[in-house]
């Protein structure tokens, strides 16, 4: 009997993935649109199995996306990419799941499926995205390894592209400190890129993860980086610029970043320096906090407090919270003012139901609201 069961639910499983990749690949439905649809008709399946005339009545949803899903292309070729899966023994997380990444959950723009080769899980850990240009210079080199030898002491998972330069300098530093590093490809798990890093991999494989959002056969095209880089963002809490010029791919991480409400850091540089204007630049702008030493974020993420984590509401002011309530402020804890259509969005919640959550909050002296449809916590 018991076989039976985990039979089915594994039969279940499958045809979810099915279904979410077929959306994943289905013209004009971006991440935001596809969680649109599974959190409001229930699952990926439900999409396919919908009238279309049901489906067009959601808020945002056009004649051309209900043109787009009666295309049986993305199935047939969802269903070449499940066997690519099965037959390599690739993780799949999918955003409504558990062990799917909690902090990239609260991103708007999170991809729907992520695809996993290594050991790594996200549950209750510290995670720092480190990024900056793929021609790094001594300078650079030392402050990244300083960096992480001196954050060894509060065990955070390394996240970074892979990439020339401070890329794999932070993987291989991390590695160095006995630290799992996770690895954010912008292609599938075909081939790897840059090819001369292939030699780092099955190193990269036993110390931490490689995670992509691209399909097996994906090429690492040039938008394709650009896609990465809000994983890379959204996957931690903060992200450290070591060196960028005035313009970069490390700096649109930084935006994203930002746009998450997530902590910044750049490590400031003398002003004839080439890779070291972008960081400097960032300061000025006040767009990220200057690192000098670690101290600097180890202040500003708290960690000196009980294992870096933000401490609930409830036991602070011994207020009874309902689980959904808990679910939102903990929602604005991490990520702070956010809109309500957001904060629907992100907790899978109707709008009536957010709104209603607020109120009660508001009423208990836990969240105030702000111009502009904006909530936060006190």
């Known amino acids: 009997m018991f076989c039976i069961l985990i039979t089915k639910l594994l039969l279940m499983k499958?045809?979810?993935?099915?279904?979410?990749?077929?959306?994943?690949?289905?013209?004009?439905?971006?991440?935001?649109?596809?969680?649109k649809l599974i959190t409001t008709?229930?699952?990926?399946?439900?999409?396919?199995?919908?009238?279309?005339?049901?489906?067009?009545?959601?808020?945002?949803?056009?004649?051309?996306t209900i043109a787009n899903l009666k295309d049986k292309t993305p199935l047939k070729e969802a269903e070449k990419e499940v066997e690519f899966i099965i037959?390599?023994?690739?993780?799949?997380?999918?955003?409504?799941?558990?062990?799917?990444?909690?902090?990239?959950?609260?991103?708007?723009?999170?991809?729907?499926?992520?695809?996993?080769?290594?050991?790594?899980?996200?549950?209750?850990?510290?995670?720092?995205?480190?990024?900056?240009?793929?021609?790094?210079?001594?300078?650079?080199?030392?402050?990244?390894?300083?960096?992480?030898?001196?954050?060894?002491?509060?065990?955070?998972?390394i996240v970074s592209g892979f990439a020339y330069g401070v890329d794999i300098c932070a993987?291989?530093?991390?590695?160095?400190?006995?630290?799992?590093?996770?690895?954010?490809?912008?292609?599938?798990?075909a081939g790897l890129y840059p090819k001369s890093h292939k030699k780092y991999e099955k190193e990269l494989l036993e110390n931490g993860s490689f995670l992509t959002e691209f399909w097996y056969h994906d090429q690492p095209l040039r938008e394709?980086?650009?896609?990465?880089?809000?994983?890379?963002?959204?996957?931690?809490?903060?992200?450290?610029v070591i060196e960028s010029a005035e313009k970069g791919g490390s700096l649109v991480t930084a935006d994203?970043?930002?746009?998450?409400?997530?902590?910044?850091?750049?490590?400031?540089?003398?002003?004839?320096?080439?890779?070291s204007k972008g960081c400097n630049q960032l300061i000025k702008q006040n767009?990220?906090?200057?690192?000098?030493?670690?101290?600097?974020?180890?202040?500003?993420?708290?960690?000196?407090?009980?294992?870096?984590?933000?401490?609930?509401?409830?036991?602070q002011l011994f207020v009874e919270l309902s689980e959904t309530e808990q679910l939102v402020v903990t929602f604005l804890q991490l990520n702070g003012k956010q809109q309500l259509d957001l904060i629907s969005l992100?907790?899978?919640?109707?709008?009536?139901?957010?709104?209603?959550v607020l109120f009660n909050l508001e009423m208990k002296g836990i969240v105030k609201p702000l111009p502009g449809k904006m909530f936060e916590v006190i």
């Open 87 to 157: 037959k390599n023994g690739i993780k799949t997380l999918y955003f409504l799941d558990d062990d799917y990444p909690n902090r990239l959950k609260y991103c708007i723009d999170g991809p729907i499926l992520l695809f996993q080769k290594g050991i790594t899980s996200f549950e209750n850990r510290k995670v720092i995205s480190i990024v900056g240009t793929r021609k790094i210079t001594s300078y650079g080199r030392d402050c990244c390894e300083q960096i992480i030898a001196d954050l060894k002491i509060y065990n955070p998972i």
């Open 256 to 275: 994203i970043a930002d746009s998450y409400n997530r902590d910044v850091f750049a490590v400031p540089g003398r002003t004839s320096d080439k890779f």
């Open 287 to 315: 767009k990220a906090v200057m690192l000098n030493t670690v101290k600097d974020l180890i202040s500003e993420l708290s960690w000196e407090q009980s294992s870096a984590k933000k401490q609930l509401i409830q036991p």
């Open 224 to 240: 394709h980086f650009l896609q990465r880089n809000r994983i890379i963002a959204g996957l931690s809490e903060a992200t450290i």
């Open 346 to 356: 992100n907790n899978q919640l109707s709008i009536q139901q957010t709104a209603s």
């Open 41 to 64: 008709l229930g699952s990926a399946s439900a999409v396919y199995q919908e009238k279309h005339r049901n489906i067009q009545k959601l808020n945002g949803i056009g004649s051309i």
């Open 14 to 35: 499958k045809e979810e993935l099915l279904y979410a990749l077929a959306l994943q690949k289905t013209k004009g439905i971006g991440d935001i649109i596809a969680k």
């Open 171 to 189: 993987h291989r530093a991390a590695i160095k400190n006995g630290l799992e590093t996770v690895a954010v490809l912008a292609q599938g798990f």
